[in-house]
């Protein structure tokens, strides 16, 4: 994979042209004061802009358990409906 490698280097070698310091020690980073995102404080803002009653209970993990739920239950409403299609189709 020499290409990935040769665009990772000239990244490296263009931050200073994009803003980022040299001194960031962070490869994909962001214009913050640590270099890093608040991921807690990204959710938070969202929330508060889709006028969420109480964007407190809005967190990573819950998303991520909400997510994974709606993945399950999404496979098996289409496992479930491909076996009531060839049921009706069968009889």
């Not at 508060?48 to 239950?73: C, E, F, H, M, W």
Request: hydrophobic share 45%; net charge positive.
């Amino acid at each position: 994979m020499p290409e990935v490698s040769q665009a990772m280097q000239l990244l490296v070698e263009t931050r200073e042209c994009c803003g980022v310091s040299s001194k960031n020690k962070y490869f994909f980073t962001t214009d913050s004061t640590g270099g890093h995102m608040n991921t807690w404080l990204v959710l938070h803002n969202h929330a508060v802009a889709a006028g969420v009653d109480n964007p407190r209970l809005i967190s990573s993990t819950r998303l991520r358990k909400y997510v994974a739920t709606l993945a399950q239950v999404w496979k098996f409403a289409m496992y479930a409906g491909t076996f009531v299609f060839q049921t009706v189709y069968v009889l």
